[in-house]
């Protein structure tokens, strides 16, 4: 039955049911961060209603990615332990009742709160997609991650012009409420997150019950003798003949197996999270089987003739010490209560490696960057004399451009047509030219131009600065790296736009904030050479 569920999980992986995930995903992404990162459309009606400050009206726009980062570092890990799927669902709700409570607010601190509680939305939303996502996708999972992050460039291509559309008919109360509205639908799109129940937990406990009830099964016989050494022998098989005992083998064999189906890069399962000090040896090839059991006593099935390891390469070799049986009871109130410091703070193991800690400064860079043209490219736009439509359709064409990138790019890099980190490092220093390049006419012409090849090139960078998180993590370590990132571009997306604001409020135009977004760029594009090279350099080691 174990086997049958097995095979089913694998069978689910790249294929299937990974494919619905995905798209899944990408309306949840949408109607979340995309929903989220459109909201520099008010900044102009809340200055005006409220008379605030370009930088007050930008802390309300940063507000959700400001909070939603701090839970994006452990949230993947708490997803994990509670169910992603209740926890994303619980996520796309609270960031629907945030934008119709928004249509009610009286004072600028109410949009501060239910800008707050969106940003707990968030957290509770994006970090579970991306692990559910590379659960499911393993060869292709650059090519996933892309497409779940087009999400993003989906709601900023549709939600400006819809929400210009709104204010103009029904008000920007109007307009947030039924925003909130459309936000609900994402709880049905989290409800697609089936689990996939294939994770180095459920297979460690697999072995458990599988090597318990191998003397059900006729492999071995528990109840046997000892031999003089002092352990249990297997007599049930002096009584074979020299075929059966090569079934019985074979049985055995098969049975292991079975644990290193997906056949992990590393070769090395971390059970740590699951069962802290509990030890597996089981070394399996096609001339040799040794499997080690200690309980009070032990029991060892191994052929006289000895292979090196030099002959031969491992299936699986997933070693501590040995296993104890009766240490392998899995029942819910020792799970409960035998936690240990590292199955609750696990995740800040992340922080001991030098590579993913480049690639979240990396992020950091970027993030500030990515929100200034996001957030006040509109303003920049009605700056140069054009109308607050044609602003909003310029966001528009950045969207839509950064969707085509972000869904195609993916597949090169699968295909290893070019490196992640080569890739990640041009499109970055191509966003810097452009920003330094944005005072340079007021033209509507040149703005659109800047639209497309910003958003051309933005598309490509975010989606692969969470996939080179992944790529230079433990697997152990990728849930945490990939909310380490998460985290860092939505504190640095909210204090970017805050830092623009504040640069305008300034020097009263936007050239010095858009050469500041050039610079950023500028400062993180650097990054992914140096993380190539230590990489490289570890290889080589």
Not at 25 to 53: M, N, P, R
Not at 398 to 413: E, K, L, N, P, Q
Request: aromatic share 10%; glycine share 8%.
């Amino acid at each position: 039955m174990e086997a049958e569920s097995s095979r089913k999980s694998s069978a689910q992986v790249d294929r299937g049911w990974a494919w619905v995930v995905c798209i899944a995903g990408h309306f949840c992404i949408a109607l979340t961060i995309g929903y989220a990162t459109s909201l520099g459309v008010f900044f102009i009606e809340w200055k005006d209603q409220f008379e605030l400050s370009a930088t007050s009206s930008s802390w309300v726009v940063g507000m959700p990615l400001l909070v939603g980062s701090f839970g994006c570092l452990f949230m993947g890990d708490v997803a994990l332990w509670l169910g992603i799927r209740r926890v994303s669902m619980l996520g796309s709700a609270v960031s629907g009742l945030a934008s119709i409570l928004a249509s009610f607010s009286t004072n600028v601190w109410h949009l501060y709160l239910s800008g707050a509680m969106s940003g707990i939305g968030l957290m509770l939303v994006v970090s579970p997609s991306l692990v559910i996502l590379s659960q499911y996708f393993r060869k292709r999972f650059a090519l996933a991650v892309g497409l779940l992050v087009v999400g993003l460039s989906t709601g900023q291509s549709v939600f400006p012009l819809l929400f210009r559309l709104l204010i103009v008919n029904y008000g920007w109360r109007g307009a947030m409420m039924i925003g909130g509205a459309i936000q609900m639908n994402s709880v049905a799109a989290c409800a697609l997150f089936r689990p996939l129940r294939s994770s180095s937990s459920d297979k460690v406990k697999r072995v458990g019950r599988r090597l318990e009830g191998l003397d059900n099964k006729g492999a071995i016989d528990m109840d046997m003798g000892t031999t003089p050494s002092g352990t249990l022998r297997n007599t049930s098989q002096e009584t074979q003949t020299p075929d059966q005992k090569r079934k019985t083998t074979n049985t055995e064999k098969d049975n292991l197996n079975e644990l290193s189906e997906r056949k992990l890069e590393t070769k090395e399962l971390d059970y740590t999270k699951s069962l802290d000090s509990i030890p597996i040896k089981a070394v399996v090839s096609d001339q040799q089987l040794n499997v080690k059991l200690h309980s009070q006593g032990s029991v060892q099935t191994q052929q006289e003739k000895h292979i090196s390891p030099e002959n031969e390469e491992p299936i699986c070799d997933v070693s501590r010490q040995d296993v104890n049986i009766n240490n392998l009871d899995h029942s819910p109130k020792e799970n409960n209560g035998g936690r240990t410091f590292r199955d609750y703070f696990g995740f800040l193991d992340v922080f001991s490696n030098s590579l993913v800690m480049l690639i979240v400064l990396e992020s950091c860079f970027f993030a500030i960057g990515l929100s200034t043209n996001a957030t006040h490219l509109p303003a920049r736009v009605k700056e140069a004399g054009w109308s607050e439509d044609q602003g909003a359709l310029v966001l528009t064409i950045y969207a839509i451009v950064s969707i085509v990138t972000r869904a195609t790019h993916g597949w090169f890099v699968d295909k290893n047509y070019i490196g992640a980190f080569k890739l990640l490092a041009i499109v970055l220093f191509g966003c810097a030219v452009v920003s330094c390049m944005n005072s340079v006419s007021d033209s509507y012409i040149f703005l659109i131009g800047y639209g497309v090849i910003l958003g051309g090139f933005v598309g490509i960078a975010a989606p692969l600065t969470i996939f080179t998180a992944k790529s230079v993590a433990r697997p152990s370590q990728a849930p945490s790296a990939m909310g380490l990132v998460l985290c860092a571009l939505f504190l640095f997306s909210g204090t970017g736009s805050i830092i623009a604001g504040k640069i305008f409020d300034v020097t009263g135009n936007y050239v010095a904030t858009f050469l500041t977004a050039g610079a950023t760029f500028f400062a993180a594009s650097i990054l992914p050479f140096i993380v190539a090279v230590c990489k490289k350099r570890r290889q080589i080691e």
